[in-house]
C-alpha cells in the first residue's frame, strides 16, 4: 500500500465576483433575507486568526503547518474596528448570533476588546446579541473572566478525548487534558453559561472514548457534542472509512445510559439533541444533554442559516465552500455602509449551497486508499468551524 500524501496547498482559494449591487437597495429584499432555499441569515462566524497552537490531525496537521509555515501577515487580517463594522452590517440583515474561531481565537491579542465592541451591537429589534467563542480551551482558564466581564455570553470547547495519550495524539503538541478541563472549569466559574464540548471522533483514534468522555461530564451541566469527521478542506486526508457515524455513536452510549431525544432547541440548530435520564426514568436537564452533529450522514443543509467571514474579509457560504467572495475593500471603506450591506444581502439572496445534501446524492471521488479526490475546499483552519 503506497503512503498518504497530503498535498500542500494554501488555506484561502479563489474569490468569485461579488454579484452587482440591487438597484431598489437592500429595501426592494425585504427581511428576513433569505436565499434562494428561502433559508434566512441568522448566524455569522467570524475568523479572527488563522494561528492555532494545536496541530490536530483533522485541522491543522504539522507535516502541512510547521515551523515553515507562512501565516497570513498582520496587515491583511482585519482589525477589530473593521469586523465590528462587518458584523453591523450582517446584523441589518437579519443576524443575531456571532461565534467568534480561527485558528485558535485566544491567540488574538486583546480579543476582548472585539468582544466588548461586538457586545455594545443590538439585533433589528433591539435585543442583545448571543456573542459565543469556540477554543480548544488551551487559554482559556487565564482568559475566561477577561472573556466574561468584556460580554461573551458561552464557549465551545473542542476536546476530542480524556486519555492523555490519545488527546495528545490527537493535538499533536503534546498539550494535557488537565489543563483544558480546568479552562471548562474557570469557565463555569466566569459565569459562561451554556457551555458546550465538541469531539470530533475519527476511526482508529479516539473512538474509545465515546464512554468515557459521556460519563465525565454526565452531571456538570454541560452539552456534550459528537461530530463525525468531515471532509472540510484539503490537508486532513479525509477518507470515508475513518468517519464514525453519529448512529454508531449513540448505539455505543445506549449500552451504558439511558437517553432520550430532545426537540431542536432553535432555527438552525447543527445538532440532534439527547438528554439523560434519571434513576426514576425521567430527563434531568441537570444532567446536561448529547449532541450530534452529521453533516456526513445526515445533512442538515435545508434550515442551514450561517454565513461564515475569514480573518481577511472572505465571506463563505459553506464550511464545505470551494471559493468565497472578498468584502476587504467594502470592510475597510467606512464611507459607503449600505454599499457592503447591500453586496452581503445579494450574496445571500443568490445563495444555494447544500454540499452534505450533494454528497449523498453524488458520492466524493475517492482514490484506491479511500482519500477524497473531490474539488478542493476551503481549510477548516482559514475559515473557522
Not at 485566544?106 to 468582544?115: A, V
Request: one cysteine or more; a neutral charge; hydrophobic letters at 40%.
Amino acid at each position: 500500500m503506497s503512503e498518504r500524501v497530503i498535498p500542500i496547498i494554501s488555506q484561502a482559494l479563489g474569490s468569485l465576483a461579488i454579484p452587482d449591487l440591487l438597484g431598489g437597495g437592500v429595501q426592494s429584499l425585504g427581511l428576513p433575507l433569505r436565499d434562494t432555499l428561502k433559508r434566512p441569515l441568522r448566524d455569522l462566524r467570524i475568523s479572527v486568526t488563522d494561528r492555532c497552537n494545536f496541530r490536530c490531525s483533522y485541522c491543522m496537521p504539522k507535516e502541512i503547518f510547521d515551523n515553515d509555515y507562512k501565516y497570513l501577515p498582520h496587515s491583511a487580517l482585519l482589525t477589530f474596528e473593521e469586523i465590528t463594522r462587518a458584523a453591523k452590517s450582517f446584523i441589518a440583515l437579519g443576524v443575531e448570533k456571532l461565534r467568534l474561531t480561527g485558528g485558535e481565537p485566544l491567540l488574538r491579542k486583546n480579543i476582548e476588546i472585539l468582544i466588548e465592541q461586538l457586545a455594545a451591537l443590538k439585533t433589528l429589534d433591539d435585543r442583545p446579541l448571543d456573542i459565543t467563542l469556540t477554543t480548544n480551551g488551551s487559554l482559556l482558564a487565564k482568559k475566561a473572566n477577561a472573556l466574561k466581564a468584556a460580554g461573551l455570553n458561552r464557549v465551545t470547547v473542542s476536546l476530542d478525548g480524556l486519555d492523555d495519550e490519545v488527546f495528545k495524539k490527537m493535538n499533536d503538541v503534546d498539550f494535557p487534558v488537565s489543563d483544558v478541563l480546568s479552562g471548562i472549569e474557570a469557565a463555569k466559574a466566569a459565569g459562561l453559561g451554556s457551555i458546550k464540548i465538541n469531539m470530533v471522533v475519527k476511526r482508529g483514534t479516539n473512538e474509545q472514548e465515546i464512554l468515557p468522555m459521556a460519563h465525565y461530564f454526565r452531571g456538570k451541566g454541560v452539552a456534550l457534542r459528537f461530530i463525525e469527521y468531515m471532509d472540510v478542506g484539503a490537508t486532513n486526508g479525509w477518507r470515508m472509512n475513518e468517519v464514525v457515524p453519529s448512529a454508531e455513536v449513540l448505539k455505543t452510549l445506549q449500552l451504558e445510559m439511558k437517553l432520550t431525544p430532545l426537540a431542536p432547541s432553535q432555527l438552525g440548530e447543527t445538532a440532534e439533541r439527547w438528554g439523560y435520564l434519571n434513576e426514576q426514568g425521567l430527563h434531568d436537564p441537570a444532567l446536561g444533554e448529547i449532541g450530534f452533529i452529521s453533516s456526513v450522514t445526515k445533512a442538515f443543509c435545508s434550515d442551514c442559516n450561517r454565513a461564515r467571514l475569514t480573518t481577511e474579509g472572505q465571506l463563505y457560504l459553506c464550511l464545505f465552500a470551494t471559493q468565497g467572495y472578498d468584502l476587504k475593500e467594502l470592510i475597510r471603506d467606512e464611507s459607503q455602509p449600505d454599499k457592503l450591506i447591500a453586496a452581503i444581502a445579494n450574496i445571500w439572496t443568490q445563495r444555494e449551497d447544500r454540499y452534505s445534501q450533494l454528497r449523498d446524492i453524488e458520492p466524493p471521488q475517492l482514490n484506491s486508499l479511500g482519500e477524497n479526490l473531490s474539488k478542493r475546499k476551503v481549510e477548516m483552519s482559514y475559515i473557522g468551524g
